[in-house]
């Protein structure tokens, strides 16, 4: 177990890398319930958060969801966030653990005319990941899960529970998010996790460790690795985020169409690494012996069987890259971004 | 976790084992489930001399990497090959076939292998892991 924004979490449960092959190869449950929930209600809450966020969330059509992304006035992230349209006038914004108290304060600032209420403390989150993920959550709830397209969601029971179920996850896998109401969450996550798979066990469950190296090889950005205050969209690579064709003025706007035109300064390129000590968050590339970035995120690829990391470099992605690994420069090969993406 | 009656350990979490002149190290149960999944285990080479407290090889799991430490002073006679093709052995039997390398110990003045003063029982070491929380 770990402190991880103040929530007790488990880093593994047994083996990460066995958790990690379950995601890729059946379905495993994760319980994220640290995560944070903000409901924005109201008749104006789809103009109000067209204003707080750089996404148009007021085009979305309720049972949808959109990835977004909350920015400071000059334009740095200061969480991304996936927020879903559940009915017509409410909208719930998940918020990343150690950002729900910036992003709760900067919507009641940013908001008026919409209510803002902070749901994390009574909302459970359960996610069911993996290829067989539909077909293991189907005996459990009424809902037409194969109607539920990749971001979009549904209000059913899951194991006769009320329940928000979205075709969402942070896997590179097919999957599920469930939110329920807290006191319902124990009673959800036994049924699945009991619940019959082809090998006859339960769904295993798992931790943050395999949840890292899943969406790193799924080529994810992970906030406070990818993104941060001193970087701005465009510079994740994650422009298409930012909604300059929206009506009306947001926050960060001005700053955001600056940056929309220039060049930015770095790029986030994928490395595979030649050898097999694994590069880790922090860690010089090189190209010919200098410096020219970063490494944002590094971890054993269960799927690759290699290291692989994400880095910020500055300028082109072309060349040949090194990474010091203490002290020790390893060839890395340069690739396209996911490392893996799932057979559809 | 197990703590072997009859090994030596560490406070960096090794264990030892004396044959003669000949210490066997590997880590700990405690340290295998502390590291996560093993990944990678950069050992010695044979013929290398080793110091105790000094770092002489990595532990590479999914999240961290460790610095492993010879508990002895002396040469390196044997590292453990199967590592490289299964580091998870040090998950799976960290004290048998998950040990790292053997180190020919000087003899002290009674003709035993000189082991360093520092070096814990199992009772003090498991102390010393759950003062460790």
Known sequence: MTDFAGWLMPLRYRSETAEHN???SD????????MGEIAVTGAGA??????ALTGWLSKLVPGRARYTMLCAPDGGVLDDLVVYRQAEDRYLVIANAANTPVVL???????SGA?????????ALIAIQGPNAQARLTPFTPLALSSIPYY??????????????????YTGEDGFEIFCAAGDAEHIWTALADSEGPAGAGLPAAGLAARDTLRLEAGMPLYGNELGPDMTPYEAGLGRVVRLDKPGDFVGRAELAEHAAETPRHSLIGLISQSRRVPRHGYAVLTEGKQVGAVTSGAPSPTLGKPIAMAYIEGTREGSFWIDIRGRQEPAELTELPFYRRSK | MSVPAELRYTEEHEWVSVDGDTASVGVTDYAAQSLGDVVFVSLPTVGASVAAGEPCGEVESTKSVSDLYSPVDGEVTEVNEDLNDDPGLVNAEPYGAGWM???RVAAGADGEAALPAG?????????LTKSAG
């Open chain 1, 152 to 169: 979009a969601g549904a209000y059913g029971d899951v194991a006769g529970r009320p329940a928000w179920v979205a075709r969402t996850g």
């Open chain 1, 22 to 24: 379950a995601v890729r």
């Open chain 1, 105 to 111: 304060d900067e919507l009641q600032r940013r908001i």
């Open chain 2, 101 to 103: 390398f053997r180190v």
């Open chain 2, 119 to 127: 070096l814990l029982s199992a009772t003090e070491y498991e102390e």
């Open chain 1, 46 to 51: 789809g103009e109000a958060l067209d204003y």
């Open chain 1, 27 to 34: 379905a495993a449950l994760f319980d994220l319930s640290h």
């Open chain 1, 115 to 123: 209510g803002v209420t902070d749901e994390t403390g009574v909302t």
